[in-house]
């Protein structure tokens, strides 16, 4: 796995686009069914500016991963490993409803989970300061151990 940040970069006055994508080329792997991602479901009926929407897809994901990492570790380094994970999905439900109903499933599937509240934002017509359910995050997990709850959902 390679990341490249502050920490693990003592040349970056040496760095170029070039040099960057080819420290990251690698084979494409041959089995991608055990490929992880991560899944933000966010609440369509609610009217949210791209960037709102995006600060909660990435609470989802963030706050799934936190769950993960307490659940089971290994899953969480398979993720960050490239060649297994890292692929991300933003999707959309319809309500609430369709938010709790997916989140229980995935508690009874045993798949790391977080559902997203807001609170103290002001964004008339939907957000007043009180607590509102925003989003799922769901992961990491393969395809296949969500399919069963994420095929309800189409992508943002």
Request: proline share 7%; with cysteine.
């Amino acid at each position: 796995m390679k990341r490249i940040g502050p920490k693990n970069d003592s040349a970056s006055s040496e760095l170029t686009a070039e040099k960057i994508i080819e420290a990251f080329k690698r084979p494409v792997p041959e089995e991608k069914s055990n490929h992880l991602y991560m899944y933000a479901v966010v609440r369509r009926d609610l009217e949210m500016p791209p960037g709102k929407l995006s600060a909660q897809a990435g609470h989802a994901y963030t706050d799934a991963l936190m769950v993960a990492l307490e659940q089971s570790p290994d899953v969480v380094n398979n993720y960050r490993d490239l060649d297994k994970g890292g692929s991300k999905v933003t999707l959309k439900s319809k309500n609430t409803n369709q938010l709790l109903t997916a989140y229980k499933k995935l508690i009874a599937l045993n798949i790391p989970c977080a559902l997203i509240v807001d609170q103290h934002h002001i964004l008339p017509p939907h957000f007043d300061g009180s607590p509102v359910i925003t989003a799922l995050g769901i992961g990491p997990c393969t395809k296949e151990q969500c399919r069963e709850v994420t095929k309800k959902f189409n992508c943002v």
